[in-house]
């Protein structure tokens, strides 16, 4: 009876986890089908070995939840790796937006003195440079696209 219960208990556990992860695979996640095949992993030699203790089937393999277990373990750390490794991407990019942002705004005001300085000397230059500034402007502050650098 406890043998049973047990059973019934972690395919439970199993079920809560699929549920779960059929959730976070409908929201987009990537690693969901890599956490399927994990799970399914884990759960057929679970299977096979309750089977095989139960006496109901007979093989040459024997007992088979370790190597499901390892397997389990080694795919759940390539996605821990994919999610270390998109975490830092994302902090880079966050990092290098914000030093853009800080860089922006001193370009502007060492133009604007360029600009100055140039005005006592030659009018026509520094409505030129102006209009190119006005122009370059206002492709550059199109805060959606972050790829650009100044």
Sequence with gaps: MAKKCTFYLTAYRYLCTVVITAIGMRNGNKSGWMNVISMVIAFAAYTHDILYWTNLIRNDFGEVFYLGLFLFIFIQMIIQAQRIKLFHDNEI??????????????????????????????????????????????????????????
């Design 93 to 150: 990019a966050a990092e290098l937006s914000f030093l853009q942002a800080q860089i922006k705004p001193h370009f502007l005001y060492n133009t604007l003195n360029t600009f100055v300085s140039i005005s006592y000397f030659d009018m026509d230059k520094a409505r030129s440079l102006l209009t190119d500034l006005s122009h370059y402007l206002r492709r550059s502050f199109d805060f959606k696209d972050l790829s650009q650098f100044v």
